[in-house]
């Protein structure tokens, strides 16, 4: 069983930072690519970035392209999101998850693909 524990949420002004943590439970999180997701009330979950299994891969929102940055430390077992520039709009509940796949050369973006995930942190970014 694969727990996901994320951290990291809270409220900052717009134009701050903030830095998402996500620690996986067990011994083959480095063959596993990794996602985050956000949902803001009333909207349905979404992609904000992914990043590959070796790490030489990374992928990101539109929304989100130039301002926040994954990363992952497979000797802590750890994904990291770091998000600058916050604005309004970036408030949401922010999700890890593991992908369904071993070693797949891809960075999915569909809620589907991904088989394990975190219980959320909140982020609010106020104007």
């Known amino acids: 069983q694969v727990q996901l524990v994320e951290s990291g949420g809270g409220l900052v002004q717009a134009g701050g930072s903030l830095r998402l943590s996500c620690v996986a439970s067990g011994r083959t999180f480095r063959d596993y690519g990794m996602g985050w997701f956000r949902q803001a009330p009333g909207k349905e979950r979404e992609f904000v970035s992914g990043?590959?299994?070796?790490?030489?891969?990374?992928n990101y929102a539109d929304s989100v392209k130039g301002r926040f940055t994954i990363s992952r430390d497979n000797a802590k077992n750890t994904v990291y999101l770091q998000m600058n520039s916050l604005k309004p709009e970036d408030t949401a509940a922010y999700f890890c998850?593991?992908?369904?796949?071993?070693?797949?050369?891809?960075?999915?973006?569909?809620?589907?693909?991904?088989?394990?995930w975190g219980q959320g942190t909140q982020v609010t970014v106020s104007s």
């Open positions: 990043i590959s299994w070796t790490g030489s891969m990374r």
């Open positions: 998850a593991r992908h369904r796949t071993a070693t797949y050369s891809y960075i999915p973006k569909a809620v589907g693909e991904y088989a394990y």
